[in-house]
């Protein structure tokens, strides 16, 4: 399940993107440049993996990875990439 949310280039920005710190919606949506109902999406998606987690702070819900591994994970690989351009 992991490696097929993985890849998705939009969903990999998602998580890439949330590897830098926790995110709303908005933010998400305004960084992939598409309506927050498709990013909505992808994020049920990545939390139904459990890639990504959420948290309500009043009216506002915020993702974040899980925990550390996905984002060492995704760092390594987008390291590897850079290494071999």
Do not use: M, P
């Amino acid at each position: 399940d992991l490696f097929s949310a993985l890849g998705d280039i939009s969903r990999l920005k998602l998580i890439e993107y949330l590897s830098r710190g926790e995110a709303c919606v908005s933010e998400l949506a305004e960084f992939c440049g598409e309506s927050q109902s498709t990013t909505s999406h992808r994020l049920k998606l990545l939390t139904a993996t459990r890639i990504v987690q959420k948290r309500r702070d009043g009216k506002h819900i915020y993702y974040s990875l899980t925990d550390a591994h996905i984002a060492n994970l995704i760092q390594n690989a987008l390291h590897h990439i850079k290494e071999h351009k």
